[in-house]
């Protein structure tokens, strides 16, 4: 079975010929950066292009690509870097698999073809790392390793031959350290002269016989697509062994009549066929292995390692799941609470910037919209970053040191429960803060599938901007009660909704893991790498990639939508307002320069202006948004709402905590309160229907709540799975979906609470 | 051909060689080394391509609180994976 193995190619001494090195000086070299999962890629890639890169996504696809700008020697044009997606192998069907393969064999728009390819190889961990350097060496593209953790090898009793490395693989082998910068300039050289040589490389191995006449049958013919025609043997090698037996097959029919033909052939031998190129590269890999590795020292690569030892804790029966509660709880603590300073003077700073913007211009319908819908829209959107920032800080963190794969390992049989990843956690955990860093975090969930699944359900874990809305409910109808003697009714019901909100997700991933999201339990095959403490530089740029692509995708949106919602609680204007008088714009400055803006201060803006409160409650009333609240009205009234609740309900969408204001605005109380407002809580309390009734009960309270649970009103929630699902498709369902499931769940309580004899 | 097939496929499932086991009830702690890798597909295949090949020795860590994944040491790494994986990895333990 074992194929037939030929000696690798030697190195030949490098001979580079003049002509072909001032070429490649002349040019920019394209040089692409390949390695496995933790092999300590990213770390290199930052190294080499410091903070000269850029993350954009591939075309049509989730996968992010990287590149960056790589100085190989100064007085050369620097070298186009890109970053592959870490990898164990270019044959199966994931993604990112398919992506790194497309970049390696030319085929992705807008990026060359590379001219050379960097393994980055875990010197810990040789022999799976060689797997994929064996399948590089396959496709024939010029190939550079990198040798990266060798100070762990040592610390391990390892000692590696690199120099007998270079000569069994091939090519040129550069140990490098990232970290220490140090080996940075041998690597550029090896890469220059690899590129000046351009000799390719090639399998270094056989198979058997019969493997080997299909192979030599399959590469001779000729494929459909043009591109292929001036393929070298290697190249046209590496194709057939990819048809023959990768996971996918080729598109063309008769190609995939040849390939599948070829497969049935080689079934009647062996019936594990498929394995035989597998076990081929292992066996070589073997080999180079047993003469590059020594264990310099036995008796030191007994003694448990440090990651064992951190793991009897971490991993530990009862120490594991405390310490995962524990870490989530700071995660949880940092960007429920220790965030919203920041985000109060993001908050603050774009109240005032608009309020002196306000008093600069001419009051009038442009100031509106500058102030109102984009300089607000602005700061809607910034709010978002303390957040962001502080949950990638830890995300960063907790990948960069492996403790990220103890959680999913901890996690995962919970997780599969409802069919997701036990990866899936820790997104799922931080959503409780905010749904859109949750979402993003979703990224580290290979499967489509899954991570569509957590997606979906992300939103229902109770974030904070719904806490205003329970506050201001609980501060009206609920404050002060207790059950049970010292129970606080508010808190137990605040506790409902979070657990409402939990259950629901769990019957909504069960559900779509079963019919539009169906798939297998995504099987876990996770490595768990060794601890290491993590790089501060990958940390501080994981948090800068994420918040840029957060202002440049989701900002857009959110921008426009605030803008949107603006016009609809602005147009139409109220034939009851004329343009303001200057008595009565002084009267709206005197307003703002008391300090309203001020959050947690409950200044009640009645004092300041009565009329131009009323004005803006009557514009409100007149708007748009007021019609559609008056239209909606017949569709909400079974859930227990009026329809200025309606307004708040439309407005809200935009962000859950815009209830509170709305209602202020549309109870006249000003819009500058917030939940714990008295006059706001007495507006609620005291608002009544046509017929004189109270138009809220408590509940009235509780079915707001719930719908409030369910919903998803979050235009940046959407913004962020639009730009992750790269189509308005999921965003769409996901509005659509929560919408009925919050009107159905409202609809029960409500009705169901009336049944029962509530009010 | 096909009877050959499918009994190679039910031997796989049961015991191959005398002493084998699979890799999801092999005893904590225990050297052995793979067999072979019983199954098809994706899996099966990154397992391989992981370095889960006949030959390689292999050793169960742990069981996560659980019960299930197992972390598992391979070549000098640590893999986690759930017991359905393991089942289908054939080992046989090495003498002491």
Known sequence: MSGILESPARLNEPTPEQDASREVEARQLTVALAGNPNAGKTSLFNALTGLRQKVANYPGVTVERKEGVWTLQPELAPA?????????????????????????????????????????????????????????????????????????????????DVVQLSKALGVRVVPVASKQRRGMDTLAEAVLQTASENRPTGATWRLSESAERELSALAAVDTDDLQDKGDDDATRRARAMRELYAEELPSDDARRDAVLEARARLATNATDWWQEPLLARYDWIERVAAGVVRRSDAGQSQRPSTTSLIDRFVTH???????????????????????????????????????????????????????????????????????????????????????????????????????????AFMPLMSSFACAIPGIMATRTIENPKDRIATMMIAPFMSCSARLPVYTLMIAAFFSGQKTLGFVSVGALIIMSMYLLGIVVAIVVAWILKHTILKAPP??????????????????????????????????????????????????????????????????????????????????????????????????????????????????????????????????????????????????????ETDEASPSLIDAVRNAKRPDGSPAWTPLVAVSMMVFFVLACQCMSTLAVVRRETNSWRWPLFMVGYMLVLAYIASFITYQGGRLLGFS | MKEFANKEKEAGTTN?????????????????????????????????????????????????????????????????????????????????
């Open chain 1, 80 to 160: 186009r870097l890109i970053d592959l997606p870490g990898l164990y192998s270019l044959d199966a069907a994931s993604i990112d698999e398919q992506i790194a393969r497309d970049v390696l064999t030319g085929r992705i728009e807008r990026i060359p073809l590379p001219d050379v390819v960097v393994a980055v190889v875990d010197a810990t961990n040789l022999e799976r790392n060689l797997y994929l350097v064996m399948q590089l060496l396959e496709t024939g593209r010029p190939l550079v390793v990198a040798l990266t953790m060798m100070d762990m090898c040592e610390r391990a009793g390892l000692e590696i």
């Open chain 1, 317 to 423: 029966k009862i120490f594991g799941p405390a310490i995962l509660f524990l870490v989530t709880l700071v995660i949880f603590q940092t960007i429920f609470s220790w965030a919203s300073l920041p985000m109060d003077l993001i908050d603050a700073g774009f109240g005032t910037l608009g309020e002196a913007v306000r008093a600069r211009l001419a009051p009038g319908l442009l100031t509106d919209l500058l102030v109102d819908g984009v300089i607000a829209g602005v700061g809607g959107v910034l709010v978002f970053l303390p957040q962001i920032l502080l949950l990638f800080f830890f995300i960063a963190l907790l990948e960069d040191s492996g403790y990220m794969a103890r959680a999913a390992f901890l996690m995962d049989r919970l997780m599969r429960g409802v069919g997701l990843h036990g990866k």
């Open chain 2, 16 to 96: 191959r060689r005398v002493g084998t086991t699979t890799l999801d009830v092999l005893p904590t702690g225990l050297a052995a080394r793979v067999v072979a890798v019983d199954g098809e597909g994706a899996v099966a295949r990154r397992l391989m391509e992981m370095g889960v090949v006949p030959g390689a020795p292999v050793r169960v860590i742990k069981a996560a609180p659980l019960g299930d994944p197992l972390e598992v040491r391979v070549r000098g790494y640590h893999l986690a994976l759930r017991r359905a994986e393991a089942h289908t990895i054939i080992v046989i333990p090495r003498e002491s």
């Open chain 1, 522 to 671: 995504p099987p876990l095959v996770l490595e768990l790498p060794p601890y290491r403490v993590p790089a501060l530089l990958n940390i501080v740029e994981t948090m800068r990639e994420r918040a840029w692509l957060f202002l440049k995708r989701a900002g857009t949106v959110i921008l426009t939508i605030s803008i949107l919602l603006w016009a609809l609680i602005t147009f139409p204007r109220s034939e009851a307002t004329p343009v303001p008088s200057v008595s009565e714009s002084a009267g709206v400055q005197a307003m703002r320069e008391t300090g309203v803006e001020a959050r947690g201060e409950s200044v009640p803006a009645t004092d300041a202006a009565p009329e131009e409160v009323t004005r803006r409650g009557e514009q409100v009333r007149q708007s748009f948004a007021g019609r559609m609240g008056r239209l909606i009205e017949p569709a909400i009234a079974p859930l227990g709402f009026d329809w200025k609740m309606g307004i708040g309900l439309i407005a809200s969408f935009a962000a859950r905590e815009t209830l509170v204001s709305t209602l202020s605005i549309v109870y006249n109380v000003g819009a």
